[in-house]
């Protein structure tokens, strides 16, 4: 139904929702305001006495606002005129025929004029955001190899560019701890550079490992193992006195021209480690 005591509308408030949110997905670390900005005139192009979105970007965790009567997201006992709209998009790495993803929802207040449009714009909208989430990520990640690649480059001494190795790679995955593990012919740990311990707590632990537990499946096996947690796991073997509790972890493989030289462990992420 339409409401004669509202503005009237047309392609100028849809081009103007589409800047704004357009606006907003160029920068969505801050979400709030730039989003705010776009849902108005989106109100408007629906001839809606309310819009409210609300979405995740997955790296940059749930956006959402709300404009007019939606100001504030609707209970259960909304009122009969508000119309919910599921909002999805493509794929992160999707082309247009890619199947769609859930990302969010649209409530929208009494629409008096057709919803498609406006709906499609908060979705192009959401998508722009993600994408551009994804390629900030992406971004840091390549800064921070580019970054451990300029510091080796003016390092000479080994022992200098492999601890340059490890505290990176402890940085860039968000790890509390990081080791690599040097192996000989025999498969025997002979060097292990540690990362997230200063020196006093390093030395209270004693002798770096000799290869059992965990740490020596992965040398065995040559593979690649993630565990939500280390203490738990069946295989594992402890740690000596002094030895800070571990329980996230993932180990890796470390191979170069065919041949594996050592591991890299990583401990204690936040949520633990993902494929990624």
Known sequence: MTH????????????????????????????????????????????????????????????GGGWGTLARRPGRTARRGVVTVPLAVAGPAGGVDAPREPIGTLWIDEPGLPIELPVRVVEVALGGARDRVDVARAAERLEALDEAIRAMAGILAVDRVLQVIVDRVRGLTGASYAALGIVDQAGVIEQFVTSGLNRSDRARIGAPPQGHGILGLIIRENRTVRLPDLMADPRSVG???????????????VVVRGRTIGNLYLTEKPGGFTDD
């Open 239 to 253: 740690f000596p006195a002094n030895h800070p509790d571990m329980h996230a972890f993932l180990g890796v493989p």
């Open 4 to 63: 004669p005591d509202r503005p009237s509308t047309d392609a100028g408030d849809l081009f103007d929702a589409l800047i704004a949110l357009s606006a907003w997905a160029a920068d969505p670390a801050r979400p709030r305001r730039l989003l705010l900005g776009g849902l108005a005139p989106l109100a408007r192009a629906c001839g809606a006495a309310g819009v409210r979105v609300e979405a995740s970007l997955e790296l940059a965790g749930s956006v």
